[in-house]
């Protein structure tokens, strides 16, 4: 178990998504911009039937609040099955806030997240990688608004610390490799955006080949849905998605903690497989 929670706890600590309680009825990331913040909120329990949020900004000192504010003059509304989300133009680039929002139910709440907004914009990568080609830190984030397509032969690599956020248009299509290997205090940072627009991370040949380790999936529907290639998770935290999916051909998952996911990992028994050392709350892998 020691060797299990040394790395994962590492990264939970360093996610830039600040998870404070793990059962909160309301979800949101925050994305930074050129003087803007981006809130995109999603409900995870469907008990909670929300007409309308409100959201509450207070500057960060050292990850605590002091004085909260609230952002938004009138309830935003909100609406099922769609992306909600609101933009706060107030804020100063380089200053670190701490957001939080509220249903317009009793106790329907979200976590602490906190973020920095920066004039750095955000690289959005060549819709083809005919070759080997890397994302790095210092060049992310990185913002997938189209499909991106890895083509047969080339490998993208992607280093530790770097960030990628999802449009709902966004989807990486894997027909090469996909090269994820992160550091226990250094991982690699994926956010979807509560999109219900299918899989964002994908193989359409049998000669795809996808490693991850140590890497923060957050807010996709199915963050990775892998029917054929192989795959290798391996110290990874995959937090608050809705399902994770894969039958490829040689599948390692291994030393990963689930959390807050509305379903578990699925694969197929017809191929083999190694599965060991996972941790859920309450999550499980699905065999079928």
Excluded at 248 to 275: A, D, E, M, T
Aim: aromatic share 14%; proline share 7%; glycine share 6%.
């Amino acid at each position: 178990m020691k060797k299990i929670f040394g790395p994962l706890l590492a990264i939970l600590v360093l996610a830039v998504v600040v998870k404070s309680n793990p059962v909160a009825p309301l979800q949101i990331i925050c994305i930074p911009g050129n003087g803007k913040v981006t809130i995109c909120l999603d409900v995870l329990d469907p008990y909670f039937q929300i007409k309308s949020w409100d959201i509450y900004r207070s500057v960060s000192t050292n990850g605590s609040a002091h004085y909260w504010t609230k952002v938004n003059n009138q309830p935003i509304s909100y609406v099922a099955d769609q992306t909600n989300s609101f933009i706060d133009s107030t804020v100063i680039n380089g200053v670190e806030y701490v957001y939080w929002v509220k249903g317009d139910e009793e106790f329907v709440t979200s976590d602490w997240i906190t973020v920095r907004p920066s004039g750095l914009p955000y690289y959005v990568p060549p819709d083809t990688i005919a070759s080997s080609t890397v994302w790095s830190k210092d060049r992310s984030p990185y913002l997938i608004a189209r499909t991106v397509v890895v083509m047969p032969g080339a490998k993208l690599r992607i280093q530790p610390g770097t960030k990628i956020f999802f449009l709902d248009t966004g989807q990486i299509v894997v027909q090469g490799e996909l090269i994820c290997e992160g550091k226990p205090h250094e991982p690699i940072e994926w956010y979807g955006n509560f999109s219900w627009a299918g899989n964002q991370i994908a193989a359409t040949t049998s000669e795809a080949s996808f490693v991850f380790r140590f890497c923060y999936f957050a807010s996709f529907d199915v963050p990775i849905s892998i029917g054929m290639g192989s795959l290798v998770v391996e110290n990874c935290i995959l937090a608050y998605n809705s399902n994770w999916y894969s039958t490829p051909k040689c599948s390692v998952v291994r030393h990963n903690l689930f959390w807050g996911n509305l379903w578990g990992y699925q694969c197929s028994w017809r191929y083999p497989s190694l599965i060991e050392g996972n941790i859920g709350f309450p999550e499980k892998v699905i065999m079928y």
